[in-house]
């Protein structure tokens, strides 16, 4: 089963969508609306998506840039704002003025164990800086700082599992 986590932007503001997908059969999540369907890839190279509620949608999924992704239904093309998580955030980071800070989060992209945290509140952290380390499908994985700072806040702790989206940090960005 393969699951994969984005981020639309429309109207109401940025939401997660999610998509677990086993083979043919999805399950689809957008805030509190779920919804399960049967994804059929078609020689032609469009999806047909067969609702449980007997509806079906018949389309093509195209990238557009970065972020964006086109989607044509019928002869209709309609743009939409989905990413995934990371590349959402990059492209959203929100722009300061030099006299003010910014907190990052820092999130467990994968489930796994933290095996070691190597910061604690008070730390300065350079860009680059190694966090901590989480072991995920058997592999260790160093989680960095983006952009260095201050650790104001630490979640994490070793020998502790964490889920997708868990938080593990908290740095002080100061401009």
Known sequence: MRR???I????????EVS???DGERCALARGE???TAEAVPLPDGRLLLRLQDGRQICGRVLHDRPGLVRVVLGGESHTLALADRLRDRLAHAE???ADES???EVRALMPGRVIEVLVEPGDEVSPGGLLLVLEAMKMQNEI?????????RVEAQGGKPVETGAL???LKRGL
């Open 8 to 15: 639309y932007r429309g109207e109401r503001g940025p939401e």
């Open 168 to 170: 593990l940090a908290v």
């Open 4 to 6: 994969l986590v984005l």
């Open 95 to 97: 722009k300061s003025s």
């Open 102 to 104: 910014v907190e990052d």
């Open 19 to 21: 998509v677990q997908r």
């Open 33 to 35: 609306r779920r919804q």
């Open 144 to 152: 960095r700082s983006a952009t260095g700072g201050t650790v104001v």
